[in-house]
């Protein structure tokens, strides 16, 4: 199994472009989660899925949309990019509920 | 509104002595937490979780506390060693029905030699 896998790993944005974070897992998990880290403030949730054509909003989801249509992958996209999304990406993924989250590598995103 | 806070940025200690990370939380809701282990450049790794039936859970060299009255929970790694220097997240989750889990800001531990 290859896990939890996001792309890219790195990537630079200028203001108001548009991109979509990739995530997949192999697990066959139903609950994804997309969370951001950055300095000082942890790790924060932006979005969730706990199945197939059902997601709903986390701590910060302002400047974000993810869909859920199928139980493997769980995009996340910046529609016009801004600086405060600079950041550390992370996607999860867990098999039930309140389980314990199984983390992607993360991607870097620097938006200029 | 921090619902989950890690106090500590920063704790430094010897190899084999005990290093004890803290946490406490402020959503009475809360009933499941759970330990993160991060090192540089790579995703968190689960470590450890524990119930709020449960006050104590052990596993290996760690162990949880919490103690819900004070709504503080702390990981104790015993004896401590250089490969556990990373970062430790604690996270909290509340009832049975989302999958959330609200992370604290994170302890950077350094143990060393």
């Known amino acids: 199994n290859a896990g939890v896998t996001q792309t890219p790993k790195f990537q630079v944005l200028k203001t108001g472009q548009s991109m979509t974070l990739q995530c997949a897992q192999d697990?066959?998990?139903?609950?994804m989660s997309w969370y951001r880290q950055d300095p000082g403030m942890g790790l924060r949730l932006i979005h969730y899925?706990?199945?197939?054509?059902?997601?709903d909003q986390g701590e910060v989801p302002n400047g974000y949309n993810v869909s859920r249509s199928t139980t493997e992958d769980f995009p996340l996209r910046l529609l016009s990019a801004a600086p405060s999304q600079t950041s550390v990406y992370f996607c999860?993924?867990?098999?039930?509920?309140?389980?314990?989250?199984?983390f992607g590598p993360g991607t870097r995103l620097t938006v200029l | 509104d921090q619902q989950v806070k890690q106090n500590s940025p920063s704790l430094s200690v010897q190899e084999g002595r005990i290093s004890i990370l803290n946490c406490d939380y402020t959503n009475s809701m809360f009933d499941y937490f759970l330990w993160y282990k991060k090192y540089p450049a790579e995703g968190p790794t689960f470590l450890i979780s524990i119930s709020s039936i449960k006050d104590k859970n052990e596993d290996g060299r760690f162990t949880v506390f919490l103690n819900k009255s004070a709504k503080h929970l702390s990981l104790h790694i015993v004896p401590s060693q250089p490969g556990d220097s990373a970062v430790y997240f604690c996270?909290?989750?509340?009832?049975?029905?989302?999958?959330?889990?609200?992370f604290g800001q994170g302890t950077t531990l350094q143990v060393k030699p």
């Open positions: 999860a993924s867990s098999y039930e509920r309140r389980g314990l989250q199984y």
């Open positions: 697990m066959n998990h139903e609950y």
């Open positions: 899925s706990v199945g197939a054509g059902i997601t």
């Open positions: 996270a909290a989750s509340a009832g049975s029905n989302t999958g959330k889990l609200i």
